[in-house]
């Protein structure tokens, strides 16, 4: 089985997740940057996070056998401290790198103006690097949120099939559908979805345009909720090109427009040796 | 492996080889018109999509070329490198000693040798740090390539600059005891390196045996 986690925030885990992670199928991932749980108050803090998703992230990741990919944007929640603003005007010399295979997260926090500013502002330059969004719904006041999402979407220019909606659930997946978007879900252990409720979302709406990701961070969350949910489609009547087409070939399918996915990666042959992650001696 | 532009003209087609001749135009360009290194010069920007329009196997020497096409100056290796992914960051390692530069980007080579990154590293102990770095920097440059198991093949002049090197002697035996004893194994090539800082051996006389 090949996984593709389609939104995980490696920096915030450990060699030994990648490890399970490679053990369950995962083969590929995109790192989305995002807020880091401690709020930056410079854009030089950034840069250095951004250097991160593009220079010691991907290394690590590919001693474990997976293909890292990143998106970079200024994120919602910290769009709202004017000092982090200027992070905008730096955004276009990181969306020309390799590795980058979409603008995000974008979107909404508090839905506040400073949000709808970075908002549009990053959905534009999305459409100028010819790059996909990767855009986070809000946690409060979903729904009405979603809405105000698809509206800026809408206005933005950027085409649909170029935007992904992400940490949708029931509430949201059908107008997110019907807008012409990409769907994500993020499974978790408490909050936002699980494996069963996804497994009813599948039923009722299908498996096109769909994407089912981790979201696992610095909070509590689980690197291997993709692999759960594989294994419980399959319990429950999917068949395994159900589960590739989920869990791989949809998130292929939606960061591929960048043009700039890289996924034969070598497998990991000195993995005890040839690992500086290992420290050495230091 | 860099190769050359005659290489990869043999090896790039179609649209690949137009846009690297689009590219080494607008390097040369930039080298004709010095003092316009102000800002990012569209050059750059070619810099940092090379991989994808000549093939990510090609992109360390189209990068190369480029920074030697445009004669960069270290303001421009500078800021690539700072600015840069981690395969950016290579390619100015690997191009450094082809640039007029003298030792002034040894900062850059440094900076590599900080990070835990073996294709930093590796290329960070090319021939430009071999030709500058001091003889402390090197010496641990040689155990962060031990260390971080960077095949001691990629210290460019290791012979050289290895050959009686009663210090740097001392600290590979010192390393070898301390994995020694600590059940750990010693790397392949610390007795490579440790056989290399011998002593020249004495002129012998062909003349008369």
């Known amino acids: 089985m090949r996984i593709f986690d389609p939104h995980i925030h490696m920096s915030s885990r450990t060699t030994d997740d990648y490890q399970a992670m490679y053990d369950a199928g995962v083969r590929a991932l995109v790192e989305p940057s995002f807020w880091l749980g401690q709020p930056r108050t410079s854009p030089a803090s950034f840069f250095d996070y951004f250097d991160a998703l593009l220079g010691w992230e991907p290394f690590r990741a590919s001693q474990y056998g997976i293909a890292h990919h990143c998106t970079i944007a200024l994120n919602p929640k910290e769009a709202n401290d004017p000092r982090c603003a200027p992070v905008l005007d730096a955004l276009p010399r990181y969306l020309v790198k390799d590795s980058v295979v979409a603008v995000g997260e974008i979107g909404y926090d508090s839905m506040t103006p400073a949000e709808d500013t970075a908002f549009a502002t990053q959905l534009q330059l999305a459409a100028a690097h010819g790059l996909p969004a990767l855009v986070h719904t809000p946690h409060r006041d979903k729904l009405a949120g979603l809405h105000r999402t698809i509206d800026v979407v809408r206005e933005s220019g950027l085409a649909p099939e170029l935007v992904l909606l992400d940490h949708l659930n029931e509430t949201t997946v059908k107008d997110a559908l019907d807008s012409g978007c990409w769907a994500g879900f993020s499974i978790y252990p408490d909050t936002k979805m699980d494996e069963v409720r996804m497994i009813t979302v599948l039923r009722g709406y299908g498996t096109d345009r769909i994407l089912v990701n981790s979201a696992a961070d610095w909070g509590k969350s689980d690197p291997l909720k993709t692999r759960k949910v594989a294994d419980t489609m399959l319990k429950a009547g999917f068949d395994e090109d159900d589960v590739d087409k989920v869990l791989w070939r949809n998130p292929v399918a939606f960061y591929g427009q960048s043009g700039r996915l890289q996924l034969d990666i070598a497998a990991p042959g000195t993995l005890h040796e040839g690992n500086s992650i290992l420290r050495g001696g230091e | 492996m860099l190769i050359s532009r005659e290489e990869l003209d043999d090896r790039l087609r179609g649209a690949a080889r137009a846009w690297l001749d689009e590219a080494l135009a607008e390097a040369a360009h930039a080298a004709a018109h010095p003092g316009a290194d102000s800002g990012n010069p569209p ?64 900062p850059l080579v440094e900076d590599a040798l900080r990070t835990n990154d073996t294709r930093l590293v ?56 301390e994995r020694t004893a600590a059940g750990r194994a010693v790397p392949a090539g610390l007795r490579t390196v440790l056989d290399l ?10 003349e008369e045996s």
């Open chain 2, 43 to 106: 050059w750059e920007l070619r810099f940092a999509s090379a991989g994808r329009h000549c093939g990510l196997e090609n992109a360390d020497s189209v990068r190369a070329l480029l920074l030697v096409e445009a004669r960069a100056g270290l303001p421009a290796v500078t800021r690539l490198y700072e600015q840069g992914t981690a395969a950016e960051r290579r390619a100015v390692l690997l191009t450094l000693h082809r640039l007029d530069l003298g030792a002034t980007a040894l």
């Open chain 2, 197 to 206: 800082t011998a002593p020249a051996p004495a002129p012998t006389s062909t």
């Open chain 2, 122 to 177: 590796a290329a960070a102990v090319g021939p430009y740090g071999a030709a500058h770095l001091d003889a402390h920097g090197w010496r641990h440059a040689v155990l962060k390539c031990l260390f971080t198991e960077v095949p001691v093949e990629a210290l460019d002049r290791l012979g050289e600059r290895a050959r009686d090197d009663a210090e740097l002697a001392r600290m590979l035996s010192d390393f070898a005891a």
